[in-house]
């Protein structure tokens, strides 16, 4: 027997050009192999006969063939090999094209199996190119449900189908994690039967029952992991805050705040006088004003002598942040640091004394901050922004730092409220679901390539007005993909044939951190008129004077990013655009972009992208900060993932510590799901 861990090298038929295409599927072991799950199914267990077959319904059939077959040389590149079969209802005559070796396999007067689909007029159905396998051969193309699987270029379905039964013969797929009484409770498959029938289910109905346990399994597992997290942290005390006036703070805002902000931030306070370390996300809408919820918690924080500390996910993020609150605390007495990678190593230096001295009340930074060199003298509040860019694990490493600090969250990735749940397991939430007063909708246009010069147009007369503009790009660089507006050459465009006259600037994500600062801070002091950029404008940048962003191949992106990028305009007191530009006219794409011409709402373009997509794409997104679901690649119910969530809490409260081997074993997975997220985070 093979073990699980084994390279997927000692297959028969993976050699190293195999073992290569499967790396590219992150596949390197037999576990891998065995977890790398069919993205759909083709029923191709309906046997009929000829009479009854009909176009557009591929079916399997049984019939002889009626001749020996022929292939004409059309020209070159161009075979074409026809012969006739039949059963006891009809005839039907077969084309196949380039395919004269496999035909060569069809023998006058023996029975096949063949599936595929009639076309036809009023002479007579023909079938192109059906699949077909001897009657006397085991099934493996038809008779069958057939799986699909996720590839890459060079790998076939039948080889990835071959390479992944090989390995379920050799090897016991992963072990049991569900007990008998869980498993009878929510009606599921036993993890062996599960494995196997995934890859090679007798029905439809098998595999959906296959890929329920399975994303059951991997949910529960999750969210195990995630309880014991949140009991391990429900059992520390810390000493409570007991100086909870903000009046000093709130005085010196140059605004009022809004209702969801002040009672976030009584939530934050009632967390901080409690004895228990806080756990909290905040979620609100791009603009809803997160930052000065998270700028109340660091006051409370530091005038009960702690340090706090703010993560952003970019540089640009931290140093915005950094602008604005030095500006709001130094007044009020208190020290504020940045500390980020592309500072010079004698800065990093004396930041880092002055964290580790506690001479500084409040540091903000980017991962810097999780360097091993960087000590704090009383840290009792860590903070991350833009959460969702983040892993557990990355939350964790900084909250190390200090004795059990206090976690706040915020996120403006509006996730479903049926998601947030099972993704947050382990916070309470607060919602800020109301935008500053004066705040108008961006008005969102979807166009085509023939509105160009009309957007174009647009761009120099919000210029002329004395506005910015943002336009963003799917990629860098040309890549050889057709069609996609690499950011680099599109500002080179731009620049060069549409606007000579206009300054047009670069931003994207393979520019060094200083550069970008450079190229940020020149734009948001009104030096460029057009940002050209990638998504790394994605989180947080606020520049008011910018009222225009135009979104090119918006296909490219998801709703819920394109959101979040859309929110980068309508920040200032001008009336804001936003214009989509897509080539891609399949309705699925038109319907998806059109969802976002239709609401500002965050949350609900959540849940239109949650409908439209299903929780497995959405899970399946790397921006999540969330671990790789395997089962991203399945499409799955909502409620299936709800009760994983009710059962594990239920089952960590009563048997986290039993020692049968269905909890050791899920002890083991949580371990290494977690580990495996956190080599997977950016
Ligand atoms: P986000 O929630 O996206 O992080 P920010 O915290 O960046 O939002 O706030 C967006 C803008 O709104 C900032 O310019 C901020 O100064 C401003 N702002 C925040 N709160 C208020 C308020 N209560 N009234 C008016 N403007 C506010
Ligand atoms: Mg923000």
Redesign the pocket.
Known sequence: MAKLWDPVSILKGVGPTKAKQLAQLNIFTLQDLICHFPRAYEDRTRLVTIDKLEPDKPACFRAMVMGTPRTSHIRKGLDITKVQVADHTARLNLTFFNQKFTTEQLQYGKEYIFYGCVSGDFIGYQMTSPVFEALDAPPVVTRQVLPIYPLTAGLSNAAMLKAIRQALAICDPPAEILPAQLRQQYGILPAERAYHAIHQPASMEEAELAKKRLIFEEFFIFCAGLSLMRSARAQTRTAPYRELDLTPFINSLP????GA?RRAIEEISADLAKGTPMNRLVQ?D???????VAAAAAYLATVNGRQAALMAPTEILAEQHYQSLSKLFSPLGLHTVLLTGSMTPKQKRLTREAIASGETQLVIGTHALLSDTTTFSHLGLVITDEQHRFGVAQRAALSEKGEDPHLLVMS?TPIPRTLALLMYGDLEVSIIDEL?PGREPVDTFLVGETMRARVNAFIRKQVAEGHQCFVVCPAVEENGELDIKAAETWAQTLQQTVFPDLRIALLHGQMKGSEKEAVMAAFARGEADVLVATTVIEV?V?VPNAALMVIEDADRFGLSQLHQLR?RVG?GKAKSYCILTSHNRSEQTQTRLKALCKTNDGFRIAEEDLALRGPGDFFGSRQSGLPVFRVASLSCDLQTLKQAQAASVHWIDNHGTDDTPEATALRSRIAELFHRAEGTMN
Do not use: E, H
């Not at 605004?255 to 809004?258: D, E, I, Q, R, V």
């Not at 791009?286 to 930052?291: I, L, Q």
């Open positions: 605004f009022a705040l809004t902000q609100g791009v603009g809803s004003g997160k930052t000065m403006a500053p947080g606020d929110g920040r």
